[in-house]
């Protein structure tokens, strides 16, 4: 089952950072502070809070990530609320709703909405001309198998089935040797 969704100019960004990343988060929003005054911004907890007050914008405020903030952006996203979400997780530390964030990256996918985990991406994504202009993203579904993941599992450890892809055999004496290379080019 497909989906089309269109995002109008004014786009619904979703901004959340762990607190090692929230400095980060920050200094690049600074740079882009014109473009974000024309969507509408969310936030979780802190993070939403900080948004607003270094760059003097409106900012629709949540629960802080692990009080469900992120529960509820995830919940936004079903429900096409929010189209773009940039998320900064800090992997160096270690956090206690880490199964929430990785729920709502998830939702992010399951939807497709535009989504970056890092300071280069957001960057990327604040100068794309598409931010200026509606944007319709396609959303697959697929239907799920019927069986459990059990049973799922149970077939493929039985299954005696030969590859779909059978790749020639290479003797070891017709092996030639591997010379590295990197090719670079123009786009």
Known sequence: ???DITMSTCKRIAIVAHNNKKEELINCLKQHRSVLAQHKLFGTGTTGSLVEREL???VT???SG????DQQLGS???SHEIDILFFLIDPLDTH???VDVHALLRIAQVWN???ATTTSTIDFILRSSEMNTPYTRHVFHSVPSKATPKQNLKKHQT???KPRIQLPHVSPARKQPVLQQTIFRKC
Request: charged letters at 15%; glycine letters at 8%.
């Open 113 to 115: 909405i535009v989504h």
């Open 76 to 78: 936004l996203i079903v």
């Open 1 to 3: 089952m497909a989906e």
């Open 96 to 98: 206690p709703h880490i």
């Open 159 to 161: 299954s005696n089935r």
């Open 66 to 69: 692990p009080l469900g903030g």
């Open 56 to 58: 003097d914008l409106p």
């Open 61 to 63: 405020k949540f629960q």
